[in-house]
């Protein structure tokens, strides 16, 4: 280790952050083609996350090709970098980032824009792609929050939109192929799904400000992986130095949801819906657990309750594994199963009824009523809970007072469930989480307007004032950093000079609350000139969207006649209950009416 990063290593927090040979990890080697995932937040974050570990599964299951990982450094370990003239380097093989041919942004979240800027800076690599020659790596980036490209792209070379399993093993197949970085743009943009290189495409802005469209006028069709069972998955874990978030094994159980809620990106981008099978899952577990050492499992998707398989798949996995904890994510409150909780119990559980009364969850289609929200409480309840966290957003889409004190009313209801209840050995704690509400891309709210900051201050002093209640827990976000993410969730080209300013002013790991500086934030778009009352605004349905030139497969059309539905209080429902026609069936999409006939089926047999 070269002696200057070994001085510095001494000096900061946690310095195992930064020194890679994990349990499990891949032994480096140099290939014909050497990628490095960069993950722009904090070790322990970034090795929880699962994304990362199948691209760079993807990458090496093919011949020749190598990947290693780099994480954004602590704010600690970043500035004795610069000081001391040390280069980011990856964790696997310590070589520079500028070394690879090419690094990969996972783009998760929106507030972690200014950290790709921050990992960049410190990799002595230049921000802006017009600035990168042909000797510097080229920079792609994927995630969620590559559907909408536009902030990103005076610095992004080339984003992969979608499912990474296929699309991302073929960007590396063909940069084995062809080497020159200008004829590899050209040809992943026109042969790879998903391949989109901002550098070919322009802009077009009318008079008034407006997006008047794109040259050339082609949409980037999402990747779309159609098979998980075949799909890469890791099978082996590596097991972090240190802590990381969630420090356990990862089943992805299945991929997409049913439920069109109007207000989820993640369930409109991850359509359609993809089960993996049970047996393989089991023996995949097996792996993971088996050579890693984790005493926990989880079992992950946008809505595991709807995982056709789950009442086989929880079992066999208690016999295969008897010493293993299993984790659901935060459940759907009609999906609740109390025998799913026995299963995986922990100290309190999670519901997210979203909105307080019936009439604003049938504005957002979420399909859930007062008597299922009390239903699968008393069943937490019987297996022994005494902690419930409630989560809810507010300033959703015509939205009133009453609505709000709705939030009151439950949290009531719920105290009468628990007081009812005989030989109660602990007091109820009931902890509700109130978001603002955020406008993304491809949602039927895509167009609406955010909260101001004085209506969002008006909701939570009446939550305040209506939750000041003995073992009731209010606790809300920062309306600026909501606001910063609704901006960037919706910008266009022009925010990429507003990221870039903040990041000159010091803005770095803004995600992290207490890091965050809305001033500086501020300030960045009075240098640039941008209002970022622009992007948060109300949009008319007829305006051309930042990421109209992306093709997810869900029918511009099809959202708009939600959106009519949600002013209507009108509930469409899930995709289980029949086709909705949002696009997909066009395309692919499973035999949905397969797995709910499976589901039933599996019902059936549990009763009889």
Request: charged residues 30%; proline residues 5%; hydrophobic residues 40%.
């Amino acid at each position: 280790m070269d002696k200057k990063l070994s001085s510095i290593l001494k000096r900061v927090e946690k310095p195992a952050r930064y020194i890679g040979g994990e349990f499990n990890e891949v032994e480096p080697f140099e290939g014909a083609f050497n990628y490095c995932v960069c993950f722009p937040d904090v070790y322990e974050v970034g090795m929880s996350n699962l994304g990362i570990k199948i691209v760079n599964e993807a990458i090496m299951s093919v011949a020749g090709a190598y990947a290693d990982r780099c994480f954004a450094p602590w704010p600690d370990f970043g500035k004795e970098l610069k000081e001391a003239g040390v280069e980011l380097y990856a964790l696997g093989n310590k070589k520079p980032l500028k070394t690879f041919d090419m690094l990969g942004f996972s783009l998760q979240y929106e507030m972690s824009y200014t950290n790709v800027l921050y990992m960049l800076d410190l990799a002595g690599i230049p921000l802006r792609r017009e600035d990168r020659g042909d000797s510097f790596p080229i920079i792609q980036a994927g995630g969620p929050c590559a559907c909408n490209p536009e902030p990103l792209a005076d610095f992004i070379d080339i984003f992969i939109v979608g499912d990474g399993e296929e699309s991302m093993k073929q960007l590396a197949e063909l940069k084995i192929a062809c080497l020159e970085k200008q004829e590899f743009l050209r040809r992943a943009a026109a042969e790879i799904p998903g391949a989109y290189v901002p550098a070919l495409v322009d802009v077009k802005y009318g008079i008034n400000g407006e997006i008047e469209g794109f040259s050339p006028d082609k949409r980037i069709e999402k990747a779309l992986c159609r098979d998980l069972a075949s799909a890469v998955y890791p099978k082996r874990f590596a097991v972090p130095t240190i802590e990381a978030v969630f420090d356990r094994g990862v089943l992805e159980v299945m991929r997409g949801c049913y439920r069109g809620c109007r207000f989820c990106q993640a369930g409109f981008l991850y359509r359609p819906v993809r089960e993996r099978d049970a047996e393989d899952l089991v023996e995949t577990a097996k792996s993971i657990m088996c050579t890693s050492g984790f005493d926990e499992l989880s079992l992950n998707s946008l809505s595991t309750g709807d995982y056709s398989s789950l009442r086989e798949l929880i079992p066999a996995l208690k016999d295969a594994l008897p010493n293993v904890n299993m984790a659901l994510p935060s459940l759907r409150l009609d999906s609740f199963e109390g025998d799913f909780v026995q299963e995986t119990r922990k100290s309190s559980i999670t519901f997210a009824p979203e909105a307080g009364t019936q009439r604003l969850r049938d504005v957002i289609n979420k399909d859930v009523s007062e008597e299922e929200i009390m239903r699968g409480v008393r069943q937490a309840f019987e297996q022994g809970y005494s902690t419930i966290k409630l989560y809810f957003m507010l300033g959703l889409p015509t939205e009133t007072d009453e609505d709000l004190k709705g939030i009151r009313d439950i949290v009531f209801k719920i105290r009468d469930v628990y007081a009812a209840r005989p030989n109660r050995l602990r007091s109820l704690k009931i902890s509700v989480s109130v978001s603002t509400f955020i406008p993304k891309p491809f949602t039927p709210f895509q167009w609406e307007r955010q909260a101001s900051e004085q209506e969002v201050e008006a909701k939570i002093a009446l939550l305040r004032k209506e939750l000041h209640l003995r073992g009731v827990v209010l606790s809300w976000n920062d309306f600026a950093l909501s606001e910063m993410e609704a901006v960037f969730a919706r910008g266009d080209r022009r925010t990429g000079k507003v990221i870039e300013a903040a990041y000159r002013n010091g803005c770095i790991f803004d995600g992290w609350t207490h890091l965050f500086n809305a001033e500086k934030w501020y300030e960045a778009f009075r240098q640039t000139g941008v209002d970022p009352k622009a992007y948060t605004r109300e949009w008319r349905e007829d305006e051309v969207l930042p990421w109209d030139l992306i093709d997810v497969y869900v029918d511009k059309k099809f959202l708009l006649k939600e959106r009519h539905a949600a002013y209507a209080n009108a509930v469409t429902g899930s995709c289980l209950t029949g086709c909705k026609g949002c696009g997909l069936q066009k395309v692919y999409c499973p035999k949905k009416d397969e797995l709910a006939a499976k589901k039933a089926a599996n019902c059936k047999k549990e009763g009889e």
